[in-house]
């Protein structure tokens, strides 16, 4: 039966890529998949991070090659990439020595309040609006936070990053663009301090790399074609299908 589990792990990634290219949250499959296949939840977590920097690099290269990643999309990501991975050098190194339970319980009610300011306002992330750059300070502090996180527990990273954007005046797909950015350079942070404290399943990262590669370089091109409308409700559902998972882990482990 172990023998079949890189297959398994290859084909929940190429899911997890699909959607996690567009919205993030592809550790909402990998990490319970690899828990599922007997990783303890720390190993499980670490495991995702270098096959999520894979993921995230291969939906940006997507997003380049369907002309959707212009300069000034590229440089706020890779400024609120290099915030965030500040914070996830700190959430990375927690996570060896912390329990996640209340983590993960602060973290279900924000972005429960995310999915309710996404509902309430019906024009965001539909169409481009004015960027003040008085937001600028706000979204490098929501970076720094979001990469603590995202260092600490990873799970629904991208969905969580996008969503300040969005408020801010991007749209649903440009959100997604700089997420992606941003995302590589904080998964890649978080994956060197894992593997340095040997907490990485080789084969199985590599696994779901691969799989996250097919995904993320299919729903990409998926995401860049469809447009703001899809990503909103792909992501409205992601949010829910997160928030209601984070609950049910929270109640469980306590």
């Known amino acids: 039966m172990e023998l079949l589990f890189p297959i398994i792990i290859f084909v929940g990634g190429i899911i997890g890529g699909l959607y996690g290219s567009m919205v993030g949250s592809a550790g909402l499959l990998s990490v319970p998949l690899l828990i599922l296949i007997g990783l303890p939840i720390h190993m499980a977590v670490a495991t995702t991070r270098p096959a999520a920097a894979v993921l995230e690099l291969v939906s940006a290269a997507r997003y380049h090659q369907e002309g959707k990643l212009p300069r000034p999309l590229l440089k706020r990501g890779l400024f609120l990439g290099i915030v965030a991975a500040i914070g996830a050098s700190i959430g990375a190194n927690m996570i060896i020595a912390t329990n996640e339970q209340s983590l993960r319980l602060i973290f279900s009610i924000v972005i429960f309040g995310m999915f ?5 306002k019906n024009k965001w992330g539909l169409e481009e609006r004015t960027i003040h750059s008085k937001h600028d300070v706000v979204i490098a502090i929501t970076a720094l936070l979001i990469g603590i996180y995202g260092g600490f527990f990873g799970f629904a990273f991208g969905t969580l990053f996008a969503i300040p954007l969005i408020a801010i005046g991007y749209t649903f797909l440009q959100g997604a663009v700089i997420s992606r950015i941003a995302g590589a350079i904080m998964s890649s ?12 399943n080789y084969p199985y990262a590599i696994s779901l790399a691969a799989g996250f590669a097919i995904g993320a370089w299919v729903g990409a091109g998926i995401g860049a074609k469809k447009g703001n409308r899809f990503i909103k409700i792909l992501m409205i559902s992601i949010i829910m299908i997160s928030v209601i998972k984070l609950v049910v882990d929270f109640v469980l482990a306590t």
């Open 116 to 120: 309710l300011l996404l509902v309430s």
């Open 189 to 200: 942070t978080a994956a060197a301090i894992f593997i340095a404290n040997d907490l990485v």
